[in-house]
DNA sequence: CGTCAGGATGATATCGATAACAATTTCAGG
DNA sequence: CCTGAAATTGTTATCGATATCATCCTGACG
């Protein structure tokens, strides 16, 4: 070989001046690059004395720790993979925030991914993010591409499904029955002398829980005898607002004594409420309208919109729990069902005595 | 080679069978593990046939490309950083998607981190993120900490602030002066003929933008000659659509003549709006409201609302776009500032006939 | 005074890909 | 047929940290 006397180096980066690497702090502070590394580990052993040496300097020259580097070396990645439907959510904002808090401290960091509803931009995430070797994925729904199953099983991490109770779980499931949930409102609606149920929800099956709720909804309309449920589906899902106002337009003109609205979601549940409020119907004298999620907006539009609340934030504190579970035990004790809670929450939009609170 | 009778390993990793590496996939199809590398990348110049090959063998074997290794290497993570304040804010979300849209095709990702309107976690996170080496990173406004400042400097990658006007950027700028857009706001309803004015935002500072419209409005209110704004602070930032509620009731109480109420964000309105018709005000016939943001609630809520209009997937586009044009010209051709625009949008809210649509 | 446990630190191999360059093959054109 | 440029493929070193094991040191205790 050579020595290293002559080609110092021909190859000078352009305009990188600091390509500062834990070598150079340890030449610094006059210890071994070992000793730096495990100075920012705080299991470690290091005295105390030289880890305060090694921060000083670490802070003096503005070194900052080369994950990509570590973890190849100790084949951990130090992150968990999570995939939503939409950024712009709070149901799922409130479930990453459960993620988030639950990783608190663990020394992993969460990175999360939209997939927009969609199945195939769901497993190009999923590639993505196995690329970077993640310790654990959450995903939501139960509904995967075959190659997406494939790379996921193959991958060896934990995997963990959200929001659904899927027929065939990879894993372990932190969910609820969307079916059962709207089954649930439905009767509960029915208890109050409802008979004539319509139902507002999306065109296709790419919202997997907008389908349940709705297999959910027809199901028990039917088993309680209120015949076939009237039902709108309107757009491509997520349905907006103003989809959810549309649609009520046109339940209403085909089925004009329908009693009372279901719709998949709060958002197009109140693009139902202020269509009808536009156009001087009273909610829910003339027509009531519920919704399913609990959204911030339900408890503040007036009238105040009757929901389902499920516990959004806990489906990701315990979806993030039972990954850590799995990763500290080493193996998973059985996959198991988490199973988490939902509610009616009744308000004025369907309030029967037709007076909403002055 | 071995069996499994022979207890080879000490540590025995939990079930791992499948580290498959690149020089497996080359072993198996006859070829070097460069040639797999080539493969996986279009620019590569690999034979059509050797290139099929090697996928049907990367399908069989069904690997995955470990980009921790090979950003170690190659000296290229592959992704962007991208920080916002809330992941539940449809604002911020179009600018992720501007960005996401801005990225597609380029190999590289974004990995979103959300601070909560904090600046302590987002030194956290711009460290978190750093350690990963990202090619480039898009904050949302211009006050950091000043270690963020310093490791953001430090870093040597392009860096682009939006959403604000920074007065000191660090590189380059994609965004607009929230003053002057409430001040435009404030000019275009008093050319209307409102004369006393009411203000609804945070208390403190934590939330820039909102600070700066705030005093963007008071600044135009006093400048029209229209006296000292009425002003309610109310809570941390981001103000939700309850706290809207509240603050208008105080500001009526304190100020009941107040004509017409400006808020920091279209959430804060919407909740205003509805506690007035809740309480029985016609609105805008007995107190006109409006936003900023123009979020879909907006357009849809009745009366529908009156707001500033943003273009925030144009902030997240054009700030992944500069961002693309610096890591392509290997230096900045200059930090510039992209001004992103934006316009004043008249609905009902604030219509001075006082006749919502019917 | 010797021994040994255990903490602190260092030396070296290695993680799995890719950069850089070398070697080989292909093929057009003289 | 020969030559050289371009296309294809291989070899080796390396990216920057950490696992692992070796070494050194300190002090308790017989």
Redesign the interface.
Known sequence: MKNEDEPKDKRLK?????KLTMAEVAKYVGVSAMTVSRAFRQDASVSEETRKRIMEAVDAL?Y??????G??SSRR?GFIAALVP?????NF??T?RGMTDALENTGL?L??G?TDYSAEKEEELI??M????PEGIILTGGSHTARAR??LV???IPVVETWELPEDPINQVVGFSNSEAMSLLVRTLAGQGYRKFGYIGGTTARDTRGSQRRSGFQKTVEELGLGPGRMISFGVPPI???QG?QAIVSLLERWPDTEVVLCVSDLSA??AI?EC??R?MKVPRDIAIAGFGDY??S????PRMTTINVDCYGIGRQAAARLLDTLHT??ATGDEITLIGYKVVLRESTDRNGAP??
Chains 1, 2 share one sequence.
């Open positions: 352009p305009a990188d001046a600091q503005g900052v720790l080369d994950l990509s580097a973890s190849l990645s939409s950024i712009n959510n709070s904002s409130d990453a960091q990175l999360l939209y590639e993505a196995l690329r970077r070797r494939r790379m193959k991958a060896g907006t607002m103003e106002g109140f693009g202020m409020t536009r001087g911030e907006i408890s503040i539009c007036h080493g193996e609170t002055a």
